[in-house]
């Protein structure tokens, strides 16, 4: 078991966390354990979690991440009340990034905050979505407009969890693996092109190098005010392609999808703007159009500027970007003009299915 210890919290990663768990939900002498999962996790995950747990509640809701909203946090919140939580009381997130992000939430905002577990169960979810203690719902389709900073008491990492994932879900958490390397780390994205088929039954190595990244940006920088805007990347256009998508496709694509093409088009942006050599868009390029499928909705760019000027992180209406001078070198609040966005997206359009 490897562990990596916070100021406000600890990460455990490998296989034997959950025995760790338990010894720490009876030291800790809560007053309540909360499990808050999703009807995936609820189906395929609990029954690894549950033998490590005894006298606790369960709340499930509906997998998706539709279901991020003030809607479902006001069924958490009313369980709380409804079995008479009090701020003793404990709530562990089992699932992705949705769990985590509303999950923790639930708990941030209840009775002005009580403690909170991270047990994230996709690749998104262990390498991102679980670490850094952003919390939110989506609101009026724009996503964690409405949310909280707030770190989780204990995260528990256990690759194992990622064997209960279908294929396309794996490689969903991809996309914020790759993007970790190429903000910070040369030498992991070498080493992601160079690996074809990933042995998740042996990834720890590679989600911990992962995970060390983003805890290092998040402990300089809390509350994003400068060098953590750096895990941005690709999230500006990759937010509005997925907003996008949430509205209009039968089957939206999954967060690390969106992040995909969003990384792809601020590379091109990147190369416009920072320097980015054309040989190192191509490699971003290949990277990704080997891996992740070409998205076959329809890009409206204007529709999608018009979302990236609502992005929270923007200043005065003005779209801030995270670009790349190179590979494993990033550079923050970059403005970037409408005319150049549309030639980024037109430049994922234009390549090969």
């Known amino acids: 078991m490897k562990e990596i210890i916070q100021k406000d919290f600890d990460i455990f990663l490998g296989t034997d966390v959950l025995e760790k768990l338990s010894e720490i939900l009876i030291n800790n002498e809560y007053s309540k354990i909360f499990v808050v999962m999703d009807s995936n996790t609820h189906k395929f995950c609990w029954p690894i979690l549950s033998p490590y747990i005894m006298n606790y509640e369960i709340i499930v809701i509906p997998a998706g991440e539709a279901n991020k909203t003030l809607k479902y946090a006001e069924i958490i919140w009313a369980k709380f009340q409804e079995l008479f939580a009090d701020r003793r009381a404990v709530l562990i997130n089992l699932g992705g990034g949705v769990i985590s992000d509303l999950g923790g939430f639930c708990a941030a905002t209840y009775k002005r905050g009580i403690d909170f ?38 995260i528990f990492i256990n690759p194992n969890f990622l064997n209960t994932l279908p294929q396309d879900e794996k490689r969903n958490g991809l996309a914020e693996v790759c993007k970790h390397a190429l903000i910070e780390d040369k030498s992991l994205f070498q080493k992601l092109e160079s690996i074809t088929s990933h042995d998740w039954e042996n990834a720890g190595p590679l989600i911990f190098q992962s995970v060390k990244i983003k805890v290092a940006i998040v402990k300089k920088d809390p509350l994003e005010k400068d060098i953590r805007k750096a895990l941005n990347f690709g999230h500006t256009i990759g937010h509005a392609i997925e907003t996008n998508s949430l509205l209009n496709d039968e089957v939206p694509l999954k967060h690390g999808e969106a992040v995909a093409i969003g990384i792809i088009c601020e590379a091109y942006i ?19 159009m080997q891996r992740f499928p070409k998205y076959k909705g329809k890009l409206n760019t204007a529709k999608l500027i018009e979302v990236m000027k609502n992005d929270k992180k923007n200043r005065e209406g003005i779209i801030n970007f995270s670009l790349l001078k ?9 403005n970037c003009h409408d005319e150049l966005i549309e030639k980024a997206i037109n430049y994922y359009k234009g390549l090969p299915a």
């Open 117 to 154: 577990i991270n047990i994230p169960t996709t690749l998104l979810s262990m390498v991102d979505a679980s670490i850094g203690g952003k919390l939110g719902v989506d609101f009026n389709s724009l996503k964690n407009v409405i949310g909280v900073f707030q770190n989780p008491k204990y």
């Open 326 to 334: 190179k590979i494993g070198k990033v550079k923050i609040d970059v």
């Open 270 to 288: 990147s190369k416009a703007i920072m320097g980015l050599s054309g040989s190192e868009l191509q490699r971003i390029t290949d990277y990704f």
